[in-house]
């Protein structure tokens, strides 16, 4: 059990376009969702925290108008980077949690993103 | 002063030996703590976590939390190559179910 999706699993994309990455929970209902940037060689920054139905909360440092967060059902979310540019180039992965009671986060696959 | 220290340099190990990491939290009102593996160009797999005192064995892995001290550590016995990897400690913090990541620290296992 617990097993999470990501999809694409890796893009490349044009300056200036968006990105939809899709974050699914398959077997357990997800009642919060997180989105993760890692950088090569560096550890994870946490994006953001979405429950469902919930507006997401962003972390510090991190634009909420370009990085869209949509949390709409206890199975999915959604990451759209909007205005992309190269900087933006990352490892982006999800994680889902809900199944335990001790709060312990499963993560998806990633999604490798990189904008030329 | 981070939520969660993972300080260790990079650590290597002969295969069959103990690998042994350490971690650090500042919180002393966290309550849960959890060990994941990352390999290179993959996303983090937990493998245990544990919120009472005391050792939690789960096969070759056996996760310590010493509240008293503040420190967590994952011990692997019998280290296979195939452990080779990134091990990354993680704190809930806070009244929410927010994770504080430590750095993580780099097992080589030595055939």
């Known amino acids: 059990g617990a097993v999470v999706s990501q999809h694409p699993s890796r893009v490349i994309c044009k300056s200036g376009t968006s990105v939809k990455i899709e974050c699914r929970s398959l077997?357990?209902?997800?009642?919060?969702m997180f989105w993760y940037r890692q950088f090569p060689k560096q550890s994870l920054m946490l994006m953001a925290t979405?429950?469902?139905?919930?507006?997401?909360?962003?972390e510090q440092g991190v634009e909420k108008d370009k990085f869209l967060i949509n949390h709409a059902s206890l199975t999915l979310s959604t990451l759209t980077v909007t205005s992309a540019h190269p900087e933006d180039s990352s490892f982006y992965i999800c994680?889902?949690?809900?199944?335990?009671?001790?709060?312990?986060?499963?993560f998806g696959p990633g999604t490798r993103l990189t904008v030329t | 002063q981070k939520e969660v220290e993972q300080n260790s340099g990079p650590l290597s190990v002969p295969e069959g030996a103990i690998a042994s990491l350490n971690c650090t939290y500042s919180d002393r009102g966290s309550q849960s703590f959890f060990w994941y593996r990352q390999y290179s160009g993959k996303s983090p797999e937990l493998i245990m976590f544990i919120y009472s005192n005391g050792d939690k064995e789960d096969g070759r892995f056996t996760a310590q939390l010493n509240k008293a001290s503040q420190y967590v550590s994952l011990l692997i016995r019998d280290s296979q190559p195939s452990d080779s990897a990134t091990y990354l400690c993680a704190g809930r913090v806070g009244g929410n179910n927010r994770l504080a990541f430590g750095k993580g620290n780099q097992v080589v296992v030595i055939p």
């Open positions: 979405s429950n469902e139905g919930s507006k997401a909360t962003y």
């Open positions: 994680s889902a949690s809900g199944q335990g009671g001790n709060y312990e986060q499963y």
């Open positions: 077997d357990f209902q997800a009642t919060t």
